[in-house]
Structures are given as structure tokens and as C-alpha cells.
């Protein structure tokens, strides 16, 4: 009798396993980094950024100019600008053997980055936040506040003055466009270097900005009530 007792009771939880919903089941098994709300999926998804050759994102590495160059010309479709087909910049330290060779060219005939005395780029160097922020909104449009409108919206920030001259007003624009990740105290860290996970953060609201924006209406057709003569 318990053997007989033993075997339908695991019948009894084979049945149970099969009618439980396959949704709850996938959920169980699902990482917050695979949702599609996650700003690494969206951007991997968008072909903005991708994964490492072993198939991880390493959100907390350094992001390079190189590798910023080359977001940049993705997002933006830089390489479509009428710039792209002026002479190619001799930059020293990149040469053509350089996988990002072309993008490299790219942002710096579009002057969305700057090179260094001596046709220099650097390449491999980090990024700090204030320049990455002032980059990408370089290419997305630094809006012309004045110096107050500038203070207004930075003033919010309790790192505010540790902000470049140079980068207050395309960081301004950034942050009034809802594109900056912060820390619970409202910091921008704008001297801290810039992570891909902070980059992938601003790309992904940047996109999400696109999706929003709606279609443009129709303009509808006057009658024409004119006489012919």
C-alpha cells in the first residue's frame, strides 16, 4: 500500500508541474537585467551598445573615447551628415588599422568631439561624466539657455559647481531633457569617469524620448471654393 501511495502521489505533482502556467514558471527564471524596461536591454536591443566576445555587458567598466565615438556615430547617425565626406583628419595615434578608425574620422569632421595638440585623440582614454554628458549633447543639440535659465535648472543638484564652465550649458541641456542619472542625493559626479551602465542609462531615455514623440499630424486640405471666371 505505500508503494501504491509513493507512485500516485508523484503523479499527483506531475500533473500539478504540467497545469502550472509556463508565464510563472519563465518569471521565476527571468533576471531584472532581461526585462525590456532594463536601459541595458533596451540600448543592446537598439544596437547602441553591445556585449562583450563573452556575452556580458560589464556596465561598470570605463568608457573609452573610442568606444564613445563610435556610440555616437550609431545614435546619431553621424555617418549620414554631409561633413563625413570631407578629407579624412591625420590623427597620429589612431591609424587606420584602428577598429574605430571610421568613427573616430566621423565625430571629428562633425566636430561632435575635438582631438588634442599634435593630431592627437587618445583613444583608449576615459571619459569623465562632464565630458561624456557634453558630447552626446553635442550630437543631440546643446539647447542656448542663458547663464540664469543654466543656473536654474543645475541649481537643484548639490554638485552643481563642480560642473566645467565649458560643460554647464550642454550638461544643462541634458538634465533639463530628463537624461542623467544621479545618486540619491541628487549628484551628477560630473568628474567621476563615465561607466557604460551610465552611458547605456542616458541612451535609454534618449530612446525612450523617440518613442514618445508623436507622429506628425496630418495637415488637413482647404477646399477650394474659388469661381472660374
Request: proline residues 7%; hydrophobic residues 40%; charged residues 20%.
Amino acid at each position: 500500500m505505500r508503494n501504491i501511495s509513493q507512485y500516485f502521489s508523484a503523479i499527483s505533482l506531475v500533473v500539478l508541474l504540467q497545469s502550472f502556467p509556463l508565464s510563472v514558471q519563465a518569471q521565476s527564471t527571468e533576471t531584472p537585467s532581461q526585462t525590456s524596461s532594463d536601459p541595458i536591454q533596451q540600448v543592446i536591443k537598439a544596437q547602441w551598445m553591445t556585449n562583450s566576445a563573452d556575452g556580458n555587458f560589464y556596465p561598470e567598466r570605463l568608457l573609452s573615447r573610442a568606444e564613445l565615438a563610435s556610440i555616437m556615430v550609431k545614435v546619431f547617425r553621424l555617418d549620414k551628415r554631409q561633413a563625413v565626406s570631407q578629407e579624412n583628419v591625420v590623427i597620429a595615434d589612431v591609424p587606420a588599422s584602428n577598429r574605430a578608425f571610421n568613427d573616430i574620422q566621423i565625430v571629428l569632421k562633425t566636430d561632435i568631439m575635438k582631438g588634442y595638440r599634435g593630431n592627437l585623440f587618445f583613444p583608449n582614454q576615459r571619459v569623465t561624466r562632464a565630458e561624456a554628458l557634453a558630447i552626446f549633447a553635442q550630437a543631440y543639440g546643446v539647447f542656448q539657455f542663458d547663464d540664469n535659465t543654466v543656473n536654474d535648472i543645475l541649481s537643484s543638484h548639490p554638485d552643481a559647481t563642480s560642473i566645467p564652465t565649458w560643460a554647464r550649458k550642454a550638461i544643462a541641456t541634458v538634465v533639463s531633457e530628463g537624461f542623467v542619472n544621479t545618486d540619491s542625493q541628487g549628484n551628477i559626479s560630473p568628474l567621476q569617469p563615465m561607466t557604460r551602465g551610465d552611458m547605456a542609462y542616458v541612451l535609454s531615455k534618449y530612446l525612450q524620448r523617440q518613442r514618445q514623440l508623436p507622429d506628425t499630424p496630418e495637415v488637413p486640405s482647404v477646399p477650394d471654393n474659388t469661381v472660374s471666371p
